[in-house]
């Protein structure tokens, strides 16, 4: 897999990293706080672009479609930042603990690789593990 956490490289195989990432979606998308958080960002930002673009309509006259092409692409690219930064902690506990499940030894604070760790300590952040 390209991109991604870190901890995506770590699994064994790229299967066991698609299955994780296929578990991980199926289980945000069923929760309540996942369309409280796109929902809210959707309608905040849509009706604070279109007061500001009605204040701007008479300094720069714009077509509709623009004014329609700038609202959903702020909205849209700002949906995917909000729920990237919103989610992120999340998903990588979520595949540090797959990857423990797994037998590949990882601190669930750091991200760090302590196979062949035997202190019980991370050596990166000083968390137990």
Known sequence: MRGGPSELKRFPEKKDAKEAVQVWWKQQVRTVSFWVVLISYV???????????????????????VHGGIIGGITGGGAVAILQWYWRHRFRYFLRERLNEMGVMTCMKCGYDLTGNESGVCPECGSPS
Not at 45 to 61: A, D, H, K, Q, S
């Open 43 to 65: 309608a905040f930002v849509t009706l604070v672009l279109r007061g500001f673009l009605e204040l701007v309509r008479g300094w720069i006259p714009l077509p509709p479609a």
